[in-house]
């Protein structure tokens, strides 16, 4: 079955350390790879994807992740978290819809981050 | 302006009463797309469209109708809400002139909704 699982919940860091939200996902196709974050009170927004070729893959506001096949995992990364990154992130990954060429996004349960000062 | 709206952005109805969540897009998506999110749970997909006569079932659908009125617009409905349909609830948009599965959803910034 597909599906995504994120393994911690919640994770506090200290403003200025480094960060790594963990990601594991279950597919049996190439998998298309995504990451959002959440504020409080906002939508989703796109941190980051990955589709293909490089697997260490940029994403804004200084985050990257780096796809493992081999681990079926897909890490979000950032060297030095500031406190405006408190908000929760979400892994998700893209899967085929029947035959066709379309798709839809399976999440994770979430990773809540709260920022230390 | 928002690319992605939703209205309303909160709402507290109570139990068998009808409700409908609507969102439209200025973004010229073909696809659009209806989740909650529960607690713990992250993101359920409810329903999802590829297009005006293409309206498909997500993992969570009982409960639940929608409507595509336009390419821009796509409704939710609860016919009689319950109180364990008390949740956020999401509108995303997709674009599938990339042709690529899973491609990137953009989304609005919820509703609110709470079944007493």
């Known amino acids: 079955a597909q599906s995504v699982t994120q393994p911690d919940i919640h994770i506090t860091v200290s403003e200025g350390a480094s960060l790594e939200l963990r990601c594991n996902y279950s597919?049996?196709?190439?998998?298309?790879l995504f990451w959002y974050v959440q504020s409080p009170g906002q939508g989703l927004q796109l941190l980051l994807k990955?589709?293909?070729?490089?697997?260490l893959v940029q994403g804004i506001k200084g985050f990257e992740a780096e796809f493992k096949r081999s681990q079926s995992s897909f890490n979000l990364r950032k060297p030095s978290v500031h406190w405006s990154d408190a908000a929760e992130y979400f892994c998700a990954v893209g899967v085929r819809v029947g035959s066709s060429n379309t798709g839809k996004l399976i999440f994770g349960q979430g990773t809540t981050l709260q920022v230390k000062p | 302006d928002a690319d992605v709206t939703q209205t309303p952005r909160n709402r507290i109805t109570k139990t068998g009463k009808r409700i409908m969540l609507e969102c439209s897009q200025t973004k010229g998506h073909d696809r659009m797309y209806w989740y909650r999110q529960d607690p713990g749970l992250g993101l359920q997909l409810i329903y999802y469209s590829f297009d005006v006569k293409d309206i498909n079932k997500g993992e969570i659908s009982d409960g639940y109708s929608v409507s595509r009125q336009a390419q821009a617009k796509f409704s939710l409905s609860l016919e009689s809400a319950i109180p364990n349909q008390t949740a956020l609830y999401f509108c995303a948009t997709s674009d599938s002139t990339r042709g690529q599965v899973g491609q990137e959803q953009f989304f609005g910034p919820g509703t609110r909704l709470t079944v007493l």
């Open positions: 990955y589709f293909s070729g490089d697997t």
């Open positions: 597919y049996g196709a190439t998998p298309y």
